[in-house]
Nanobody
Framework: QEQLVESGGGLVQSGGSLRLSCEANRSIFGIWPMGWFRQAPGKQRELVAHIIPGGTIRYGDFVKDRFTISRANAKNQVNLQMNSLTPEDTAIYYC?????????WGQGTQVTVSS
């Protein structure tokens, strides 16, 4: 059973927008931080955005006010609105939920930005 299910990736032109969603299994959602990481070919996985239930948010330095993360507790979801995308944003985006004892990861969703 998948614990985190992602949706919303795809192909978009430079300057366009995409919205990623991640739904967590109700058994793990709870009080834990959730967020998004990404990994481009040949590069390390890096933080995109992270949100904790109290509302504290952290973004990767490259985001520069282009992305917005939000949490919909009633739906066990975390969403990532990405605007002003560039080819450098091309990567596999992974949903993450971090508990005290382990990390959960989604299967990844491909985001491709064409120039």
């Amino acid at each position: 059973q998948e614990q985190l299910v992602e949706s919303g990736g795809g192909l978009v032109q430079s300057g366009g927008s995409l919205r990623l969603s991640c739904e967590a299994n109700r058994s793990i959602f709870g009080i834990w931080p959730m967020g998004w990481f990404r990994q481009a070919p040949g590069k390390q996985r890096e933080l995109v955005a992270h949100i904790i239930p109290g509302g504290t948010i952290r973004y990767g330095d490259f985001v520069k006010d282009r992305f917005t993360i939000s949490r919909a507790n009633a739906k066990n979801q975390v969403n990532l609105q990405m605007n002003s995308l560039t080819p450098e944003d091309t990567a596999i985006y992974y949903c993450n939920l971090r508990t005290r004892v382990r990390d959960y990861w989604g299967q990844g969703t491909q985001v491709t930005v064409s120039s």
